[in-house]
């Protein structure tokens, strides 16, 4: 009996190991290399592009705004994220918006995600603090832009995650200058 029982236990056995060590290395694998890891913002800012204003009427002040948001993507992996728009806020009112394309983040890659925002002065001026605002030479606006994407490593690890990037921009007239302060954070 036991010539019949031999090569099978250790047929077992050698099945067993190796399933084990299989087993060990992936997951060893899983949690170092291929885990998939949140992208990370790593540089965001708000220029002026233009800023064009008309000397006998203030409130026709047109300014184009360049948002810029710079994602690090530290997977083996690229991240696609999906279309969006940034949106430029006054006043917690929504005032310009633009697109953002859909596009993927090579793998262990940077990429920088830009885009240009009119605001046309016109539009502001339903707001109350319009007028109070030009008078005081400071134009305060918010911007977002979220990206909502998805990392995947070799087609199999999967992991969703979303980035806003935020910034309050002051807007001075008479310099046509601006200053912005960022900030960002991932979701998922
Ligand atoms: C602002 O933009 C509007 C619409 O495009 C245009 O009619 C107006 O002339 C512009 N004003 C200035 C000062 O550029
Ligand atoms: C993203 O926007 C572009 C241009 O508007 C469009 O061609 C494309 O189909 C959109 N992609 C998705 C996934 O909606
Ligand atoms: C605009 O923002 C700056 C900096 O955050 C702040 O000091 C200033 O009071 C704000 N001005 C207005 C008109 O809201
Ligand atoms: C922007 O313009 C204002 C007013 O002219 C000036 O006081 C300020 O120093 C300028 N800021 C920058 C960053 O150039």
């Given at each position: ?6 090569p099978?236990v250790?047929?077992c ?6 399933l ?5 290395t ?5 949690f170092t290399?291929?885990?998939p890891k ?10 002026l ?9 203030m409130?026709?002040?047109n ?7 710079e ?19 006054y ?5 310009a ?7 993927t ?14 605001v ?6 339903t ?7 030009l008078a005081?030479n400071?134009?305060n606006?918010t ?8 990392a995947?490593?070799m ?8 980035t806003i990037?935020?910034?309050d921009?002051?807007l001075?007239i ?5 200053t ?8 998922f």
């Amino acid at each position: 009996m036991s010539c019949f029982r031999r090569p099978w236990v250790i047929c077992c056995t050698v099945t067993a190991l190796l399933l084990i060590i299989i087993l060990v290395t992936s997951t060893t694998l899983y949690f170092t290399v291929f885990k998939p890891k949140q992208p990370k913002i790593t540089t965001q800012s708000v220029t002026l592009e233009s800023f064009s204003t008309n000397i006998f009427d203030m409130t026709d002040t047109n300014v184009t705004l360049g948002i810029t948001v710079e994602i690090n993507n530290p997977n083996y992996g690229g991240f696609k994220y999906e279309n969006s728009t940034s949106y430029v806020r006054y006043h917690g009112e929504v005032v310009a918006m633009a697109p953002v394309l859909a596009d993927t983040i090579p793998a262990r890659g940077e990429h920088s995600v830009s885009t240009s925002v009119l605001v046309i002065g016109r539009d502001l001026i339903t707001n109350p603090s319009f007028l109070f605002d030009l008078a005081s030479n400071t134009l305060n606006f918010t911007s977002t832009t979220t990206l909502k994407g998805k990392a995947v490593v070799m087609k199999v690890f999967k992991k969703k995650a979303t980035t806003i990037s935020t910034c309050d921009i002051s807007l001075h007239i008479l310099g046509k200058n601006s200053t912005s302060d960022c900030s960002s954070k991932v979701e998922f």
